[in-house]
């Protein structure tokens, strides 16, 4: 069985080019290009789901408008591809990728997936409101790009059982999600999330194997899990606003 390492990259670039972007999940195109050049060639989920590999596979969430360049050097540094995944309702909108850009990344084999309509925590809506969102939004880049769109990435990785239940009635083939891991098949797949203080050789161990970094980042993750539990998401995401001083 195939292992894969699923990265999470959200916006790229220096301090000028991420506006409108936590700045905590930008990652400096310096570090991605060392990065890209120094991994084999990537895949994307939406490739994996059919074609089973070891590919270290990106993806990035939100749809900033850097990640047309994320694309770009992808395609020309590592000739791979990546999973995009977009928010319809933010398409076009200040600081995030146009439709026009976004035909034109599919068109270099990227592959653009469902963040959702809206960025709003699944977790926190009734079911009619999770439906609408995973049913409009996989509509809508599915007119617009004219691909299929088989995999929804929640919005801040928060979810609940009725998301899993409507992305299998809606026809999504796979859900990625924000726990740390590596992926060895099936319908959920774990990520590493990239954070503006990620060491490139730690990225680069990651597509190789199981590693402290890893770990650590699965124990940061339960202890933040609980967090948000106690609190709720609307408080933690306050409190950690306070802590770390980001627009998150």
């Not at 120094?38 to 939406?46: A, P, V």
């Not at 590919?55 to 999973?83: C, M, R, Y």
């Not at 299998?168 to 503006?196: C, D, E, F, M």
């Not at 802590?243 to 998150?248: F, H, M, Q, R, S």
Request: proline share 3%; with cysteine; hydrophobic share 35%.
């Amino acid at each position: 069985m195939a292992s894969n390492t699923v990265y999470m990259f959200h916006s790229i670039g220096c301090e000028h080019e991420i506006a409108g972007a936590d700045p905590h999940y930008s990652y400096d195109e310096i570090s991605f290009v060392s990065f890209l050049k120094s991994i084999d060639k990537t895949g994307s989920l939406q490739n994996s789901l059919s074609n089973e590999s070891d590919q270290p596979i990106l993806t990035f969430d939100d749809g900033h408008k850097s990640n047309f360049k994320a694309a770009e050097l992808i395609g020309q540094i590592n000739g791979g591809v990546a999973d995009f995944f977009v928010n319809p309702n933010t398409v076009g909108t200040e600081n995030y990728l146009n439709w026009s850009e976004l035909k034109k990344m599919n068109d270099m084999g990227m592959s653009i997936q469902s963040h959702s309509l809206d960025h709003v925590y699944l977790s926190d809506l009734s079911y009619s409101k999770q439906k609408q969102q995973l049913e409009c939004s996989k509509k809508i880049i599915e007119d617009k790009l004219g691909g299929e769109v088989e995999i929804l990435a929640p919005p801040g990785g928060r979810f609940n059982h009725d998301t899993v239940e409507l992305c299998h009635y809606l026809g999504y083939k796979h859900l990625s999600v924000s726990k740390p891991g590596r992926w060895t098949g099936g319908y959920i797949s774990p990520r590493i999330a990239v954070l503006q203080t990620t060491p490139v050789n730690s990225l680069i161990n990651c597509a190789k194997e199981e590693t402290s970094f890893i770990r650590k980042q699965v124990l940061k993750y339960q202890f933040t899990g609980l967090a948000k539990k106690a609190l709720g998401n609307r408080t933690y995401d306050f409190v950690r606003s306070k802590i770390l001083g980001d627009v998150a």
